[in-house]
């Protein structure tokens, strides 16, 4: 069974930087698509980005693209998602998911296309 933590999260100024983790244990997580999902209270759930393990092509949702980055090391079983040039519309729970899918992303990550979910990490940005 795949495992899932996210570390990172915090309070940071609007214009700061904050870098997520995504660990995994129990299964190298090269085996995955892996995505990291925000949500903030009264919205719904949105994929932000993903990155394949098919052939390490990545998807980034506009309203953060140029600002973060997803990437990940095989070697430490861990994917990260860096945070700059943070927003007040960024404060949210961030979750990490993997899931089954063998090709090239080229489109925002469906909560419904992911098996594996960590627990989620508070991401807030003020002032």
């Known amino acids: 069974q795949l495992q899932l933590v996210e570390s990172g999260g915090g309070l940071v100024q609007p214009g700061g930087t904050l870098r997520l983790s995504c660990t995994a244990s129990?299964?190298?997580?090269?085996?995955?698509?892996v995505a990291w999902f925000r949500q903030s209270p009264g919205k719904e759930r949105e994929g932000v980005s993903c990155?394949?393990?098919?052939?390490?092509?990545?998807y980034t949702v506009d309203s953060v693209k140029g600002r973060f980055t997803i990437s990940r090391n095989n070697a430490k079983n861990t994917v990260y998602l860096q945070m700059d040039s943070l927003k007040p519309e960024d404060t949210a729970v961030y979750y990490c998911?993997?899931?089954?899918?063998?090709?090239?992303?080229?489109?925002?990550?469906?909560?419904?296309?992911?098996?594996?979910w960590g627990q989620g990490t508070q991401v807030t940005v003020s002032s």
């Open positions: 990155i394949s393990n098919y052939d390490g092509s990545i």
């Open positions: 129990g299964r190298t997580l090269d085996s995955y698509v």
């Open positions: 998911a993997a899931g089954w899918y063998e090709g090239t992303v080229n489109r925002a990550p469906d909560g419904r296309e992911y098996t594996y």
